[in-house]
């Protein structure tokens, strides 16, 4: 059974930067496309952005675009996530994610969601 737990969750103002990581364990890191999700209170859960098992390449949601990128190191089993130019409205509980099924911007996650999940991790963002 995969485990994922986030870290570097916080407090920043509007415009700083955050980087959130995301270490796997009990499975082969490798084979799990792995993205992340977030969830604001009052809100649906939102795709925010995921990779391919390779690294090769990289699907992200509108609102995160040119701001959020993705990297992940198979070797060491962990997902990193750089959110520079912060809003407030990124303020969320932020959700590692694993699947064996591609995960990709448009997939209806309400109907398949990914296969594991990590336990959240909070930021939230100041104007």
């Known amino acids: 059974q995969v485990q994922l737990v986030e870290s570097g969750g916080g407090s920043v103002q509007a415009g700083g930067s955050l980087v959130l990581s995301c270490a796997a364990s009990g499975g082969t890191f490798n084979t799990l496309y792995m993205g992340w999700f977030r969830q604001a209170p009052g809100k649906r859960r939102e795709f925010v952005l995921a990779m391919h098992r390779s690294g090769a390449q990289s699907w992200y949601g509108d609102s995160v675009k040119g701001r959020f990128t993705i990297s992940r190191d198979n070797d060491k089993g962990t997902m990193t996530l750089q959110m520079n130019s912060l809003k407030p409205e990124d303020t969320a509980v932020y959700y590692c994610?694993?699947?064996?099924?591609?995960?990709?911007?448009?997939?209806?996650?309400?109907?398949?969601?990914?296969?594991?999940w990590g336990q959240g991790t909070q930021v939230t963002v100041s104007s």
């Open positions: 994610a694993g699947d064996r099924e591609i995960m990709y911007r448009d997939r209806d996650y309400d109907k398949v969601p990914p296969d594991y």
